[in-house]
C-alpha cells in the first residue's frame, strides 16, 4: 500500500509536466468555402503589424507558417489565394499549491516501563509538508487566419493556447513556437469543408 502512495506522487508530477507543455488547439471556419481550390500564400502585413510580440517572433512565427504551409504543398505568390494574418493573447496564470500533506496528527499515543504506563489523545509526531506554494506561468494564446484574397473575407481561424516558456534559450523559444505553429495548422484544412 505504502508503494502506491510513493509511485503515486511522480505520476502526478509527471501529468502535471506534461500538461504545461501541451498546446490545446480549437478552429473554425466558414463552411460555404472549398478549401481545394486555395494553392498559394502570402502574408497580410497589415494584420501581423498589428500583432503585440516583439519583432523577433514575429519573425519566428512567420518562419514556422512558411515552413508548414510548404510542407502542406502551399506556395508563397505575389498574387495568392489566401493571405495568412496572426495575433496573440497573453495572460498570467496563477497556481496555487496547498501542500498540507503528512501523517501525524492527532491521535492515540501510549508511554509506560514494565508494565505500567499511560495514554491519551495528543499530537504524535510526524512527516509532512506545510503551506502553499504558488507559482506563476505565462499562459499565451496564437491565432492564425486565412483571409480569403478576393472577397477579403476570414474563411478559416486555428487557435492554440499553451503555457510559453519564459526562456532565455533561443533554441527553446523557436522549438515551442514551431511547435504552436504545427498544432494549430494541423487542423487546416477542415475535414468537412463544403465542396
Excluded: H
Excluded at 471556419?29 to 494553392?39: G, L, Q, W
Excluded at 504506563?117 to 502553499?132: E, M, R, Y
Aim: a positive charge; one cysteine or more; proline letters at 3%.
Amino acid at each position: 500500500m505504502k508503494k502506491i502512495k510513493f509511485l503515486a506522487l511522480p505520476l502526478l508530477v509527471l501529468v502535471f509536466l506534461s500538461s504545461c507543455v501541451s498546446v490545446r488547439v480549437a478552429s473554425d471556419y466558414d463552411r460555404e468555402t472549398d478549401f481545394k481550390e486555395y494553392k498559394t500564400y502570402a502574408f497580410y502585413k497589415t494584420g501581423i503589424d498589428k500583432a503585440q510580440i516583439s519583432d523577433l517572433d514575429k519573425k519566428r512565427i512567420l518562419r514556422a507558417i512558411d515552413t508548414e504551409m510548404a510542407s502542406r504543398g502551399f506556395t508563397k505568390s505575389q498574387n495568392p489565394d489566401i493571405l495568412v494574418s496572426i495575433f496573440t493573447k497573453e495572460r498570467e496564470q496563477v497556481d496555487v499549491y496547498n501542500n498540507n500533506f503528512g501523517w501525524g496528527g492527532w491521535g492515540w499515543g501510549g508511554f509506560g516501563w514494565g508494565g505500567f504506563g499511560w495514554g491519551g489523545w495528543g499530537w504524535g509526531p510526524g512527516f509532512g509538508w506545510g503551506g502553499n506554494n504558488v507559482s506563476t506561468r505565462t499562459e499565451g494564446s496564437l491565432y492564425i487566419d486565412l483571409i480569403d484574397s478576393k472577397n477579403k473575407e476570414l474563411v478559416w481561424q486555428g487557435r492554440g493556447i499553451g503555457t510559453l516558456n519564459n526562456t532565455t534559450n533561443i533554441e527553446k523559444k523557436e522549438e515551442r513556437i514551431k511547435e504552436f505553429v504545427s498544432q494549430i495548422l494541423d487542423a487546416y484544412p477542415p475535414a468537412l469543408a463544403a465542396n
